[in-house]
């Protein structure tokens, strides 16, 4: 009898639920495969590539295209039929999709992943086309429209290389969501300005939403995860919908028109990061967060430096708007009853925060002015039980778990490593 070995069902249950709280589909791991035959180039159709890089969201485009590479036997175009046929059916018509699917990745691993398969370990899955503990994909009529990849606790991986691969191969020429991940976990800090290059120079115009440093606070904290200059990106991705950065980083002057939600998670924000975003035109933005952090990780902005933002100038749009992790948080609930951007808003965010009994009290006084919002979230602040109680009933939907002082006393912000 085999020995029964604790270490591997360990990693395998990492495994499945790394891929469970993803979103996708765990796999099981298997060999890795012999090398194959290049594969034959694709055939191109510069009009109908850049239809789609117009209106990535048309799916009418994507079924003309698909029909084109049918036509020309390249094997994409039965995997847009099929993905297609999949979205349309329901019940056993579904599972044998679901299934031909599958055996068509098996089939065709060289012309829809190339080295990402043959070289980077990536393995057939049941319904996302190939994935691993590291890297997940989610394809949609023939190629891949997200894509997930970084190193954790269990697995290693050349994020830079594997990055590459992607950005460069086929099926991910019309990519619309991006995340990157950690790097290291073993490191002490993580440096992304090799990252931030890549993506720069080989996302595709169809890239719309992006995240950078997916990382756990606990396991790994916002101080080490060095951004850099991440000031490329406005240039090379002008019609990004969705930025959501974690770490620190320097913004530089602020480009994004088509920009709908901005996501700047920190343990140390700058007045200098915040003038970036002050000073730029948002015509679109809908919702902006700002974890502002601790001056030890450079967070010196204060209630004045904010008191621009609370106008609500420059931010037509913004209806969703979060001053979280901050060590002023008592100030703000001061401040923001007579605020000119409350008006517009329908979400506010002061989670992380220090927000005591005193910001309570502040908060409850003005309680009208916040009645026509949709929801609150005040959780992880410094509240006591009675405070909580009154606060529930500011709004139809007030967040207040976990609070980190139940006696109100004080502390630091959430995230301060």
Known sequence: ????????????????????????????????????????????????????????????????????????????????????AELLATGIEKTKLEKQVSDFFARHAREMFGELYFRDGIYPSRHSGFSSGRVAWHWHLGFIQRAWLGSNHAYSLDVPRVLKDLLTHPSARFLRVLTVGLLDNDAASNYYEGIIQLIARHAPATLRELKIADVLENEFGLSRARLGDVSALYAALPKLHTL?????????????????????????????????????????????????????????????DVRPLLEGTGMPRLVHLGLCNA???????????????????????????????????????????????EMMDLMENLLDDASVEALESLCPAVWLDDQRDRGGGAGTVAHWD
């Open 327 to 373: 060590g002023f948080t008592d100030a703000l609930c001061e401040a923001l009853p007579s605020a000119p951007v409350l008006r517009r808003l329908k979400a506010l965010d002061l989670s992380l925060g220090t927000m005591t009994s005193t910001g309570a009290a502040a908060l409850m006084a003005e309680a009208g002015a916040f009645a026509h919002l």
């Open 1 to 84: 009898m085999a020995k029964f070995s604790y270490g591997r069902l360990l990693e395998r249950v990492i495994q499945v639920l790394d891929d469970f709280f993803s979103g996708f589909d765990p796999v099981s791991p298997a060999p890795a495969p012999a090398p194959a035959p290049q594969a034959s180039p694709e055939p191109r159709e510069p009009e109908l590539e850049a239809a789609i890089l117009r209106e990535p969201e048309n799916d009418d485009v994507y079924l003309v295209y698909g029909d084109w590479l049918q036509a020309r036997g390249a094997p994409r175009g039965e995997l847009v039929a099929l993905q297609h």
């Open 244 to 304: 959501t950065l974690r770490g620190e980083m320097v913004l530089g002057s602020m480009s994004l028109p088509e920009l709908r939600a901005l996501t700047i998670e920190t343990s140390g924000l700058s007045r200098e990061s915040l003038r970036s975003i002050l000073s730029a035109s948002w015509p679109k933005l809908e919702k902006l967060v700002l974890w502002f952090g601790v001056p030890q990780h450079g967070g010196d902005v204060t209630l004045e």
